[in-house]
């Protein structure tokens, strides 16, 4: 089985009001690609992990929507922009904030490992900066951690 050997994620502030994660999942593309866009397997490791994720609506398609929440602690919804199967996915936040956050993942597989950069585009330097004040960016180590033992099942 193949064993996660990459650095946790690297965070790169591409400008005042965009983010970059990328991080090195050891699995295949196809399987990273199915982790993130399967409502059945997304709430089995994206998010806080307590309170776990008690709703995943996903229609992953150009203009499908999206509806994540986990309890009644936070809820997220939005539109899907781009999916090109297992390359890229592009969806925007819309609710419950009405200031849009732009998301762009690309999926990239390297002798079996799977590299995902994720830019999060925001409105302004004020949304990024409240952004990464939030701890989000930090949130999402512990997400990737988990993502990493459920691939480790699979692989």
Known sequence: ????T????????LSDTEVQLVRTFAAPRGLVWQAFTDPKLLPQWYGPGEPPMT????????NGKFRWAWGTAFETAGIFHQVEKPRLLVMESREPDP???VRSHTFEETNGQTTVTIR???ATKALRDELLASGAVEGME???LRLDAFLAGRV
Request: hydrophobic share 35%; with cysteine; proline share 17%.
């Open 1 to 4: 089985m193949p064993r996660n």
């Open 6 to 13: 990459a650095a946790p994620s690297t965070l790169t502030l």
């Open 55 to 62: 709703v995943c609506e996903m229609d992953v398609r150009p």
């Open 99 to 101: 200031t849009p956050e």
């Open 120 to 122: 999060i585009k925001t």
């Open 142 to 144: 512990p997400t990737f």
